[in-house]
């Protein structure tokens, strides 16, 4: 670190909308940095000798070197530096938690505010796609060229964050990548789970294309497990398979009353707002009914989505039922203050103990307990403990459960010698192999539900060893 730069505390804001705005809207809240701000939060930047915040990053940008070509103003440079390591800076810059990445471990962050590295990568990446270098024609920038190719085939199940960044380490290393998406759209919880003004929709496409142009072939459409089996890639024209599948199936409460008309899954809820536009009806004709009044079960960033979603579409009175504490909410704290700033009302120490519904078979209510913490449980939290006698009634018309997912058991049950946790997850090692030989498998479907970096670093950690068993001990003639 030098000793002779004087230490700026505070990070420069990025302008957003005013809440009275965004709340009619589904445009991207924040507006990003222009260059005169961008330049001015990177020369915050101290240029440590020996940066702790790339140890913070699940995918090894040289952050330092990007922030200091930033600082520069010598943006294809910048850009080069991210795409050495990350695929996807348009996304990363907006949706990870950099707060308990990155820039937990910037020195600045002991007397004040950390750099703002995600804000820093979104410019970057924003920067590329509209005033800077075309995409088009492969790597272009990053530095990193296409190796020769090697003749040998991968097929990629997902076109999540996991898959979306093995498909692109493992083109640039050389090899023929194939990925199969289920939907009829690529980018998985970027595309269906993640609203509209917190990650464009556009961005994710504009980074899809930027895969597809290292020469990854979609395909759409194709549910691997039901329409073909990873055991049929394999035999086949694949030498190798990774799964980035994610774990899409909804948790529910498992109380009286989910059955009731009004009650949606976080996964439902988000997937017919988003990938199916039920936010620009009747442009699009797929509504999503939802009353006056709506509750959103669950602390997590899904929780926020489908609360700001809901606001959004109208709702007049949008609370957030949590079990547990403020202190104790695993959603970002950028997005909860969004979501206050949004009229959401937060209800905390409060659980569910069943739905109420009305003759017609509709929400009427929900039945809520009062909570207090006891002892950490298992996951370092303090866990919540029923206050007897507390009972009361909410009145709501729609309620969204965002207390999380699972992965959906079909390829583990259609591929023999893949062996899953008693959780469902697959089960893999540090490189990410499964139990089935030629078959790798990062992210969600691994971990549970987890962070889009965490995905996309175990794409790129099973890419590498992907590429080392193709050259060394793979299949090499069939």
Sequence with gaps: MSDKKKLNLNRVSMPKQSPEDRRRNFLEVA??????????????????????????????????????????GDMERAVRTIKDKNSLPGICGRVCP???????RCVLSKKGAPIAIGRLERFVADWEGSDGISKEGGPGPKGAGKAEPTGKKVAVVGAGPAGLTAAADLARRGHQ????EALHDAGGVLIYGIPEF?????????????????GVNFELDSVVGRLLQVDELLDGEFDAVFLGIGAG?????????????????????????????????PEYDTPIRQGKKVAVVGGGNVAMDAARCAVRLGAEEVHVVYRRSEAEMPARLEEIE?????????????????ILGDDRGRVAGMEVVDMVLGEPDESGRRRPVVEA????????????????????????????????TRWG????????????EGVWAGGDITTGGATVISAMGAGKKAAEDIDRWLREDGPWSR
């Design 177 to 180: 990548v194939t990925v199969f």
């Design 389 to 420: 006698g507390s009972e009361h009634i909410m009145d709501v018309e729609t309620v969204i459960i965002a207390v999380g997912t699972i992965p959906n058991p079909l390829i583990p049950k259609n591929t023999p010698d893949l062996e899953t």
């Design 249 to 281: 199936a909804p948790r529910f409460l498992k109380v009286p009353g989910e059955n009731l008309n009004g009650v949606y899954s976080a996964n439902e809820y988000l997937t017919r707002v988003n990938l199916m536009k039920a936010y620009r009806f």
């Design 425 to 436: 997850t697959l089960v893999v090692d540090d490189a990410g192999r499964t139990t089935r």
């Design 338 to 354: 969004n979501a206050k700033e949004e009229g959401v009302i937060f209800d905390f120490l409060a659980n569910p103990t069943r």
């Design 98 to 104: 950099q707060e308990v990445q990155c820039e937990k």
């Design 31 to 72: 507006y990003g940095y222009s260059q005169e701000e961008a330049a001015e939060e990177a020369d915050r930047c101290l240029q440590c000798k020996k940066p702790r915040c790339i140890e913070g990053c699940p995918v090894g940008i040289e952050i330092p070197a990007f922030i200091e070509a930033v600082r520069e």
């Design 198 to 214: 917190r990650l464009p929709k556009d961005i994710v496409r504009g980074e899809v294309d930027y895969v597809k142009s290292l």
